[in-house]
């Protein structure tokens, strides 16, 4: 089976921009989770999806938002981007909650 | 509320030793699980192990032993004739039942360097 992929790998973008990452989940997984990776806080979960609905939300506020589609691919945006926000954002699937969870290999998100 | 604690920043060790990994725990939930991740330098989480709260036997997985201790909320993970490979941050984690949700709440990581 194919692992959990996110696309693009690598991003510089502009303080004030927006993003939006993605992230296609395993096959057959229909939990997708959401997590900010960064030196100084660690890695911190976002929020998660699970057929098509927000499920648990981390502590981050409303700048971060996300969705999933019906194949379970998620996205996830990002709005009036901060320096604070450079960070590696992982994604990761999961068969059922609960259960291990399989990360994709991020993308690095550089704001200058 | 609940906390991971990896009290190990780093850790060095030459190949062939052994080396174990800390990580303690806290939470108010009857029902948790506890995961341990790998994070080479590509940056991937690498899964390794997940335990429920009901299952304190201790686990083997070739070089790797997992010790679970519910009385002193500990969860730790020894490499047994550590090799350059394993070289990575290792990451506890912990999931809690009552969100019915997947939100693992991650310890600070322990960066492991294995000298050859």
């Known amino acids: 089976k194919a692992g959990v992929t996110q696309t693009p790998r690598y991003l510089i973008k502009t303080r004030g921009q927006q993003v939006t990452l993605s992230c296609s989940p395993i096959?057959?997984?229909?939990?997708v989770s959401w997590y900010q990776q960064t030196p100084g806080q660690g890695l911190q979960f976002l929020f998660e999806y699970f057929s098509e609905t927000q499920r648990n939300k981390g502590n981050f506020p409303g700048r971060f938002s996300g969705r999933q589609f019906s194949n379970s691919r998620s996205e996830m945006n990002v709005s009036t981007l901060e320096l604070g926000d450079s960070a590696l954002y992982l994604c990761?699937?999961?068969?059922?909650?609960?259960?291990?969870?399989?990360f994709g290999p991020g993308t690095r998100l550089t704001v200058t | 509320a609940q906390k991971v604690t990896q009290a190990q920043t780093e850790i060095s060790v030459v190949e062939k030793e052994d080396v174990t990994l800390d990580c303690v725990y806290e939470?108010?939930?009857?029902?948790?699980?506890l995961f341990w991740y790998k994070q080479p330098p590509s940056g991937e989480l690498v899964f390794l192990i997940r335990r429920n709260s009901f299952d304190e036997q201790n686990e083997i997985s070739g070089r790797y032993s997992w010790n679970f201790q519910k009385s002193t909320s500990s969860f730790n993970f020894t490499i047994t004739a550590s090799q350059v490979v394993d070289s990575a941050v290792y990451f506890c984690a912990l999931s809690e039942a009552q969100t019915g949700a997947n939100n693992l709440f991650f310890g600070t990581g322990t960066r492991l360097t294995v000298i050859p």
């Open positions: 990761a699937s999961s068969a059922e909650a609960l259960h291990e969870q399989y």
């Open positions: 939470t108010r939930d009857t029902t948790y699980y």
């Open positions: 096959s057959g997984h229909r939990s």
